[in-house]
Structure formats: structure tokens, C-alpha cells
């Protein structure tokens, strides 16, 4: 069975769209290197040991885009964001409720007690 060639079209762009796609071919080269560090840091950030980073593999696993996690959690985008790239911390009220948003739970901890004994005083 012989392949099929790919038939390739090629259309005359005008010059008003020839100047919008050399103005978006500017911006995304002047946004891509922040994205690129930004991106580089939300890695390095979700492979920290820690409980953050765990929190932060959570919300990349979950099924919900980190959008509208951050919108069910009563956070702004811009707040998610600098937490899953290290940026900035979150306050513990945010972490429970995204720990409520994705349904998480913490490992039951026993403690052990130990007998205290009073001290004469």
C-alpha cells in the first residue's frame, strides 16, 4: 500500500495579518525567557522534600487545573502561582483549604505518651 503525500496549501497573508503575527512572535519572544525561569523554578519547587512540595505534586496530579483549584480554594491565580513556584508561602488557612479541595488526607500520627511524674515543689 503506497503512502499518501501530505498536500501542502500555502496562502497569501495580507499585510495586516503579516504585522499581528510578527507582533505576537515579539511578545512571545520577550515572555518566553520569564516563562522558561518561572517553569524551572515550579520544578525545582514540586521536588522539595517537604510538606509544600508535596502539596505542590498534589495540585499538578489533581484533575482540576490549578486555576480552578485556586478558584475553589478562594485564592487568586497569582497566589497559587507563587506558591507552586516557591516563590512566596501561603497562609495556613489557604493550605487547608486547598488540602479541602483536593480531598487530602495526613497519615495517622500515634504519639506516644510518657508518664510525667509531679515534682515536689
Excluded: C
Amino acid at each position: 500500500m503506497e503512502k499518501r503525500k501530505a498536500k501542502r496549501i500555502y496562502l497569501e497573508r495580507s499585510p495586516v495579518s503579516k504585522r499581528q503575527m510578527e507582533k505576537w512572535r515579539r511578545q512571545i519572544a520577550e515572555e518566553l525567557p520569564d516563562v522558561i525561569h518561572r517553569n524551572h523554578l515550579a520544578d525545582r519547587a514540586m521536588k522539595e522534600k517537604t510538606f509544600s512540595g508535596a502539596l505542590r505534586r498534589a495540585i499538578q496530579e489533581f484533575p482540576l487545573s490549578p486555576s480552578k483549584i485556586a478558584e475553589k480554594a478562594g485564592l487568586t491565580w497569582i497566589e497559587l502561582e507563587d506558591f507552586l513556584t516557591g516563590e512566596k508561602s501561603l497562609p495556613s488557612d489557604a493550605i487547608d483549604r486547598l488540602v479541602n479541595v483536593l480531598k487530602l488526607k495526613l497519615p495517622q500520627i500515634k504519639v506516644k505518651s510518657k508518664s510525667r511524674r509531679a515534682k515536689a515543689g
